[in-house]
């Protein structure tokens, strides 16, 4: 997800009462939008039509397919409903260019805080396959767990495999309903690998869910082979700082880490973006501003284009310079010393991951390596009832995203260099026999710092699911499997 939201808290102030919070150096912004609405139905429904009237108003000035608008969606439907009916979805045939992305949740204050990272949760970030050599059981593979969470404390780690929960093995038909079951507390039964196989355990491990506030900045490193210094970076959301703080905190700690890069001569760098599903485009912005090679601050990162309702009245208030997107001067930019960035995407790295691969592309070579990005070359805003009488909150696509060569050709994604997949049973994060950070070390130096233990690791079948896609407003990763 790549979404515009100001870490200054901008508001908009408009006539339908609603606060939308966008990013970069853009100013306070009073617009007016100009709209008319109308209706006709049998049976009125006053609170869904009271919501879905502003839903509409806001769609027809912000959404960057407005002008695809139906006008025909009836106005007592459910807001979520009503809001999808407006929407210009995706077909790959009909409309290879659609709408995949914008949604809406009943609560704006849960959308916000997801946006930033905050979300209840047992800490266990999740992918679930159909298990090896059968056609109807589940198994969930652990891509990473948050420090400190519930998960974390329980003792369950990356790699670890799991086929059950609350005592019943996970299949096409339940594993929806066991995952997503109301109560916090779960059970969750655990494979281990013998001679390359999956055995059932009786390792049962019982966590209960929280709110947390997850820091994206996951890891850092650095490897030296030779004269080669390979900074190493694991960073799963492009967020600011945590929910509801003024602070930019993970910002700085980013900062933070590409000083302390610089001190030690970086001249490699590996970007981890395979978990990270995107976020705030000032993040963005940010750490590329630490990367990139021979930019000032009048280098252009990314520039978005708006739809034509609203491109005048942006532009009128703000200059042209507002749909740009600029570097900023970095303490720790290693730019001098780099001639190239590897970044290790897969199908869930989307967004704002790709804005920065997109974006860095017109100034050094970027080489990605691992399984295909996700593709989403658009943003999104907040859009949400500054008068608190409108629950509902919406984040829809506003705008496309370039980068300063005119480039948004990732749509489908960015096919990797080097293709490497994941094993069922991944390593940890920052061991140098790890199926991707391996890849990525050889192609810097040449050599295998450390052979994978390839006996030990078990192939991923095709992927169904993954917590991930639910990572602020992503789509729904409960969904029944065809037959």
């Known amino acids: 997800m790549l979404h515009s939201t100001n870490w200054r808290s901008m508001a908009l102030g408009l006539s339908v009462g609603a606060s939308v919070w966008l990013t970069g150096c853009q100013k306070t912004e009073n617009v007016q939008p100009s709209v008319t609405t109308s209706t006709t139905s049998v049976a009125v429904n006053t609170e869904n039509q009271t919501v879905n009237n502003w839903i509409l108003t806001n769609m027809q000035y912000y959404y960057y397919w407005n002008d695809k608008i139906p006008t025909t969606v009836d106005k007592n439907l459910n807001p979520s409903d009503y809001f999808s009916g407006l929407l210009y979805k995706y077909d790959a045939t009909a409309r290879p260019d659609g709408d995949r992305f914008s949604w809406i949740q009943q609560s704006a204050d849960e959308l916000t805080a997801a946006l930033s990272g905050e979300s209840k949760t047992d800490g266990m970030e999740f992918q679930l396959y159909i298990r090896p050599n059968t056609t109807d059981d589940i198994v969930g593979s652990v891509l990473y767990v948050l420090p400190n969470s519930p998960a974390a404390k329980a003792g369950i780690k990356r790699g670890d495999m799991f086929f059950k929960v609350d005592g019943q093995k996970m299949t096409r038909s339940n594993y929806s309903s066991l995952l997503s079951s109301a109560t916090d507390t779960k059970q969750y039964g655990f494979l281990k690998v013998e001679n390359g196989a ?93 990367i990139a090679k021979n930019v000032t601050t009048s280098s252009v990162f990314a520039r978005k284009e708006w739809n034509k309702t609203i491109t005048p009245d942006l532009e009128k208030q703000y200059g042209k310079n507002f749909f740009y997107d600029y570097f900023q001067t970095k303490a720790g930019n290693i730019g001098s010393n780099l001639q190239r960035v590897f970044v290790l995407t897969t199908g869930r790295s989307a967004s704002a991951s790709e804005l920065v691969i997109n974006g860095l592309k017109p100034y050094m070579t970027v080489t990605t390596i691992g399984t295909k990005s996700y593709g989403k070359n658009v943003g999104s805003v907040t859009i949400s009832d500054s008068k608190k009488q409108i629950k509902w909150g919406m984040q829809p696509i506003v705008s496309k995203s370039f980068n300063s060569l005119g480039q948004s050709d990732y749509n489908t994604g960015f096919t990797p260099a080097v293709t490497v997949s994941e094993p069922l049973n991944p390593r940890p994060f920052g061991d140098v026999s790890e199926a991707l950070l391996n890849e990525a070390l050889f192609q810097i130096t040449g050599s295998r710092l450390a052979r994978r233990a390839i006996v030990a690791e078990v192939n991923a079948p095709t992927p169904i699911a993954s917590t991930i896609e639910r990572k602020a407003g992503g789509s729904n990763m409960f969904i029944e499997l065809p037959k």
């Open 198 to 290: 999956l055995v059932e355990t009786s390792d049962v491990k019982t966590v209960t869910a929280v709110v947390f506030q997850e820091d994206p900045v996951y890891m850092d490193s650095v490897y030296t082979v030779g004269a080669k210094k390979i900074g190493y970076l694991v960073y799963n959301q492009f967020v600011p700082g945590p929910n509801g703080s003024a602070v930019a905190t993970y910002d700085q700690k980013l900062d933070n880490i590409f000083i302390k890069f610089k001190q030690q001569g970086v001249n490699e760098l590996i970007l981890d973006f395979r978990y990270n599903p995107g976020g705030y485009v000032s993040s963005a912005t940010n750490l590329a501003s630490s």
